[in-house]
């Protein structure tokens, strides 16, 4: 194939490739009221926005065991029993991709309700 034929055939594909980016504009314009270029920009200050919320949320309070555990503060034993068995399931060190420090948090919660609550076990 000569240059010139090449010249042409890159010329006809990214026609076409042009011609999809103008339908899936005109269709995303349609559907939303702005064109891909606005609308990408629109979902950079989102996600910008969306990051600044999240470092301004408080994390989870780790002196209540309740919050550790993922349960309401009125939770029943049998629940906190449930809970504690899950994520010893998840958190592990002996599990594949347990975190050690996450299951002495969730032991050392575990205990403390189950002090106040219950008999020890």
């Known amino acids: 194939m000569d240059k010139g034929r090449k010249t042409k055939k890159r010329a006809g594909s990214l026609s076409v490739v042009l011609d999809i980016f103008d339908l899936a504009d005109v269709?995303?314009?349609?559907?939303?009221?702005?064109?891909i270029p606005s609308w990408l920009k629109y979902l950079?200050?989102?996600?910008?926005?969306?990051?600044?919320a999240q470092l301004a949320q408080p994390a989870i309070d780790?002196?209540?065991?309740?919050?550790?555990?993922?349960?309401?503060?009125?939770?029943?034993?049998?629940?906190?029993?449930?809970?504690?068995?899950?994520l010893s399931m998840i958190f592990h060190p002996?599990?594949?991709g347990g975190y050690g420090e996450a299951m002495k948090?969730?032991?050392?919660?575990?205990?403390?309700?189950i002090s106040k609550k219950g008999p020890k076990v």
């Open 27 to 35: 269709a995303v314009e349609k559907i939303t009221g702005k064109n």
């Open 94 to 96: 002996d599990r594949e």
């Open 105 to 113: 948090k969730v032991n050392e919660a575990y205990q403390e309700i």
């Open 62 to 86: 780790i002196t209540n065991p309740y919050a550790v555990l993922g349960l309401p503060n009125d939770a029943r034993l049998d629940q906190v029993k449930k809970r504690y068995r899950q």
């Open 44 to 52: 950079q200050e989102q996600n910008r926005a969306n990051q600044g």
